[in-house]
T-cell receptor
Framework: GENVEQHPSTLSVQEGDSAVIKCTYSDSASNYFPWYKQELGKRPQLIIDIRSNVGEKKDQRIAVTLNKTAKHFSLHITETQPEDSAVYFCAAVLRNDSGSRLTFGEGTQLTVNP | DSGVTQTPKHLITATGQRVTLRCSPRSGDLSVYWYQQSLDQGLQFLIQYYNGEERAKGNILERFSAQQFPDLHSELNLSSLELGDSALYFC?????????????FGPGTRLTVL
């Protein structure tokens, strides 16, 4: 079916280390892949997105890579800080008979230990 | 603050009851999306409206319905409530009708069904 799979479900790193979260998607026509950060009890907030015309995008300590052939994309956070602790969701636009919609992965709980 | 507002913030009700959740999109945005987030779950897309018309439908139960009014605010109606309907309900808005546009999330309504 149409879905987005995200791994790992939990990730614990030491402050200053890097964190990598990976997602795969099913719809080969999908061409928009946002990443959202959700702190406890708060709304999801877009932190970075990538469209299929590029393979990588960076914004300070955050980068996203996309491999359209393999249908997977990844979030990379370098020099992690305690305030990076949150749930991170990947998403992809998937299509079905009732239109296209943003489909989210199950989320990754990232904990950055001081 | 994303500019998307949702009311109420919290709602506690009993099984079998009906509730209405309200969302006002960012100024200038024409699309409203509704998502359900159950405990420790990802974001499940329910439905999208664009400029007053239904644009895309997800896994929305028949007991749930939504509409978007001429002033572009939207309401999500949940009826015959069950315990399993307890969740955070988010709305998001975007300027265009495509799911490829960045979506801005509201603060959510936490629904508790007792």
């Amino acid at each position: 079916g149409e879905n987005v799979e995200q791994h790992p479900s939990t990730l614990s790193v030491q402050e200053g280390d890097s964190a990598v979260i990976k997602c795969t998607y099913s719809d080969s026509a999908s061409n928009y892949f946002p990443w959202y950060k959700q702190e406890l009890g708060k709304r999801p907030q877009l932190i970075i997105d990538i469209r299929s015309n590029v393979g990588e995008k960076k914004d300070q300590r955050i980068a996203v890579t996309l491999n359209k052939t393999a249908k997977h994309f990844s979030l990379h956070i370098t020099e992690t800080q305690p305030e990076d602790s949150a749930v991170y969701f990947c998403a992809a636009v998937l299509r079905n008979d009732s239109g296209s919609r943003l489909t989210f992965g199950e989320g990754t709980q990232l904990t950055v230990n001081p | 603050d994303s500019g998307v507002t949702q009311t109420p913030k919290h709602l506690i009700t009993a099984t079998g009851q009906r509730v209405t959740l309200r969302c006002s999109p960012r100024s200038g945005d024409l699309s409203v999306y509704w998502y359900q987030q159950s405990l420790d779950q990802g974001l499940q897309f329910l439905i999208q409206y664009y400029n007053g018309e239904e644009r895309a439908k997800g896994n929305i139960l028949e007991r749930f319905s939504a509409q978007q009014f001429p002033d572009l605010h939207s309401e999500l109606n949940l009826s015959s409530l069950e315990l399993g309907d307890s969740a955070l309900y988010f709305c998001a808005s975007s300027w265009g009708g495509s799911s490829y546009n960045e979506q801005f999330f509201g603060p959510g309504t936490r629904l508790t069904v007792l």
